[in-house]
């Protein structure tokens, strides 16, 4: 059995520790997933604990035979969409606040630190122009390479409408893009920059 | 001007085809159809440059690793959220437990609704006495099934001796020691957990 298994039955008899490992192991895609989201960092460290209470308490609900990551994964994704659909009803949004401002750090940076963070704005503020159920299958697809059937999976949809999806979310990205770039905001700049650097 | 993303719209029948491209989803012959329609057509081949650009951009972003200390907190939100539980559930216990095994002991003696009925001297608005109606009839039809079991015990009493009567109270006296001790270990349980941490 894999340790990983391991220390899911010992979780299973109210073993504590083990199920630190476990958040342990996981806590880096759990926040990355909440963070990309949700969009900044307040917000991400909240969703991604709850995320974890809530994999604690539903932990018998789990089925061995799926990837835990996979299901760690989709309890986050749901919560934090219910989240942000919650958020429309607030009286002041953060999603109202551009988060390419929201995120950065104001002190003076070494040019490279000043480029990740470009580039990190730049991300959150094309992921911000996607709708929830839109934003979640798009993170992913990018950062955790989820084939259309894992996306499928994790947010209980078909596959087809995983496909349509990720079509209708990348159209956009490329609207939202395009836009910032007519509005004169250095989004596209960012990308280009990365872009260059990345490739 | 090199920014510029889109001029116009991309063709329809190949809009989709560039997010399956991306996706790897397509057959050999599909995407040779797609590279041959980017090499003639402008708006469609503008989208396929954003969405590359979009992907180099996002695939080059690494994940972001919590705060440290990030485990150790939500360990302690975890317990911290168990220990409230047993609270809500302990007081919530204590009041329907005692109020059941009141009922359950005090039935065997008198009548119990009727005393209600005192207290719409002192309830004025509609609501109130609307739901403390509610309350009596759920009581009242409570108490017509314990009225059937108290005959029962006093025509025990009467026939064979007063040890049915006597066994019925002790065994509301066990009941009500047993439901004492887990209370008080529900109650007394978070605040060792407390201490712990």
């Known amino acids: ?85 919650r958020r429309r009803f607030n009286l ?9 401002q929201g995120v950065a750090s104001e002190r003076p940076q070494p040019e490279e630190r000043l480029i990740e963070n470009q580039k990190r704005d730049a991300v959150q503020a094309l992921l911000s122009a996607l709708p929830p159920h839109y934003r979640a299958p798009v993170i992913l697809r990018y950062w955790y390479a989820f084939s259309y059937k ?12 995983v496909k349509s999806r990720l079509h209708r979310a990348r159209e956009m990205l490329v609207h939202a893009a395009a836009q910032a770039d007519e509005g004169g905001i250095p989004i596209i700049a960012s990308a280009v920059q990365a872009a260059r650097g990345g490739g | 001007m090199m920014l510029k993303m889109r001029t116009s719209k991309p063709c329809p029948q190949f809009s989709e085809r560039m997010s399956l491209a991306l996706d790897h989803q397509l057959s050999a012959a599909e995407e040779r159809e797609l590279r041959d329609h980017l090499r003639t057509c ?9 969405l590359q650009r979009i992907e180099r951009l996002f ?8 705060p440290a200390g990030f485990a150790a907190r939500v360990s302690a939100r975890l317990v911290r959220r168990e220990s409230r539980q047993p609270i809500v559930f302990g007081v919530l216990s204590l009041v329907v437990g005692t109020f ?9 003696v008198r009548e119990i609704t009727p005393s209600l009925y005192s207290l719409y001297l002192l309830v004025t608005t509609p609501a109130a006495r609307h739901g403390l109606t509610v309350v009596t009839e759920l009581l009242s039809l409570a108490e017509s099934v314990l009225s059937a079991l108290r005959l029962a015990i006093i025509a025990c009493v009467r026939s064979p001796g007063v040890m049915v009567y006597l066994i019925y109270n002790l065994t509301v006296v066990v009941l009500t020691a047993l439901w004492l001790r887990v209370l008080i270990g529900r109650l007394l349980r978070p605040v060792s957990v407390l201490r712990q941490a």
């Open chain 2, 100 to 108: 059941i095994l009141g009922f359950i002991a005090l039935a065997s």
């Open chain 1, 92 to 100: 002041v949004s953060l999603e109202e606040l551009p988060p390419w």
């Open chain 1, 1 to 85: 059995m894999e340790q990983e298994q391991v220390w899911i039955q010992q979780a299973l008899r109210g073993d504590k520790e083990a199920f630190t490992r476990l958040i342990e192991a996981y806590q880096t895609p759990v926040y990355n997933l909440a963070y990309r989201m949700l969009g900044n960092v307040q917000e991400a460290e909240d969703a991604a604990q709850e995320a974890f209470i809530r994999a604690y308490t539903r932990l018998r609900t789990y089925d061995p035979t799926r990837k835990f990551a996979s299901w760690l994964l989709s309890i986050t994704s749901h919560y934090c969409i219910d989240r942000l659909r």
């Open chain 2, 42 to 50: 402008n708006a469609c081949r503008a989208q396929w440059d954003a």
């Open chain 1, 150 to 161: 894992e996306i499928a999976e994790a947010m209980e949809l078909t596959e087809s409408a």
């Open chain 2, 59 to 66: 695939t080059s972003t690494p994940l972001i690793a919590p």
